[in-house]
């Protein structure tokens, strides 16, 4: 019975494990396990023979004893042998050697390579008829076997054989291969011209910014000057007329305390005896004798408010033209070219020997030329410029995509040199020495579709241009050069 008690529990182990369990343990591991409860089973055994429970004498309770007190004692056997065996099985588990995980990954490893093989070979072969593809349809695009040429379905194709077919595609795929890898480059290029914009960006906004500072700081200044200067003098007005108060408020006073005795010494003299007063009456009618004029409020002795409030922020603003200047044409920082360095005003142009590393965008033409930033589609508009060297003047239209701007001006490209007509070449007949570092005034007709230029210095006319406009114009420059500012007149009219 012990034998046969300890087999049921070897089973019943055996059984437990399950299917997982064994999929982790090698097939070594697995027998190690096995063996483990065979002596598992043993111990059992000599357990039940040193607590001498037998199978008779567990079926044989003293006759002495109740039932209810049988089955106690059978539960009480039971979980003493539960405990046991679970110390047991501990143990054994303890014992059990650590996995060959190297093997593992080798035998894995073996048996992937073997089912991709066997894979590969599977998809050489055609699955209708198990023949290896040996040929290509052209117009099916797919790899055919002998007999699927000579099927219904592929007999009027042209196949080809594979190697031919691969040859072929290769040498396209090559074209295609190098319109990828130029596409990849000038892709890469624009990418590097991106972060480059997005780095001028940040320039951009951090110089604008500071710009900003600098000009209102500059009106901050003016306006603090002129503040303090408009106090000071109401301050200085108020000194003056005060101290002017205060002297004739003193002189007053004593004039007031004059009259003020004297009426009192008459009071006096007037309740006295007849005889007193008869006396005194000489010298108190001569006290009541007063020679002094009569006070007069003098005008103009309160501040004068009206002149110091009266429009005093158009008067403030009207001092302001002789700081501010008004620039007909303000150039475009956006299409200056990598040579052209601009002011902070962005009024004067001027060219560099050093690349400024500019990103490259549509709205640039050359690199020393700079567009004005509005542009003209109506009406009348004169800008005058100061040359210096060699320069480009006049307008252009807009770029576009796939398009050339037009351009309409006078340029003169060395000295000595003949001024030209741009971009026509066109000898003017005006002298170069005359332009040189002088001032040329542009005036544009929109409407008439008239581009003048004028010497300024000699009040002489250069050139003029005929053209009927169609589309809008931009103010255009080349070389170093500076917009004059316009002057800037202000005009009152009465209302009627």
Known sequence: MNECCSAVIFTHHVRNINEKQRNQLDTGLFLSFVFSLAILSESITAYCKQQGRTAEVKAKAP????????????????????????????????RIPPRNLALKNLSDNLRQARTQAATSRSKEHCSLHNEKFKLFCQEDQQLVCVICRDSQKHKKHNCIPINEAAAENRDILKVQL?????????????????????NHIKLQAQRTENTIKEEFQTLYQFLRAEEATRIDAVRKEAALKSETMDVRIVNLSAEISSLTDKITTIKGAMVTDDFSFMKALKSTTEQSHCNLP????????????????GNMLFTVWKKMKKMIQFSPVTLDPNTSG?????SKQLTCSTERNWDQQLP??????????????????????????????????????????????TIWGICLHGNPGPVLEFPTETRIDYKAENI???????????????????????????????????????PYFHGSLKILPAEVSLCIRQLR
């Open 63 to 94: 006759p002495f004893l109740p039932r209810k007190q049988e089955e106690v004692s059978r539960s009480a056997w039971r979980a003493t042998l539960v405990v046991h065996l679970q110390m047991k099985i501990r143990k054994i588990i303890n």
């Open 338 to 342: 990598h040579v052209l360095t601009l």
């Open 360 to 405: 490259v965008n549509p709205e640039r033409q050359g690199d020393s030329v700079v567009l004005g930033y509005e542009s003209f589609n109506s009406g009348k508009y004169t800008w005058d410029v100061e040359i210096k060297g060699c320069f480009v003047v006049g307008v252009t239209t807009q770029i576009k995509q796939q398009t050339t701007p």
């Open 436 to 474: 040189l570092r002088k001032k040329i005034r542009v005036q544009l007709n929109y409407d008439r579709g008239l581009l003048s230029f004028f010497d300024l210095d000699r009040n002489t006319s250069i050139h003029r241009i005929e053209h009927k406009f169609t589309e809008a114009v931009f």
């Open 294 to 309: 009569e006070p007069v409020t003098p005008s103009g002795a309160l501040i004068d408010e009206a002149k110091h409030l």
């Open 178 to 198: 190098m319109h990828l890898t130029t596409k990849l480059g000038a892709f890469k290029t624009v990418k590097l011209n991106y972060d480059k914009m997005a």
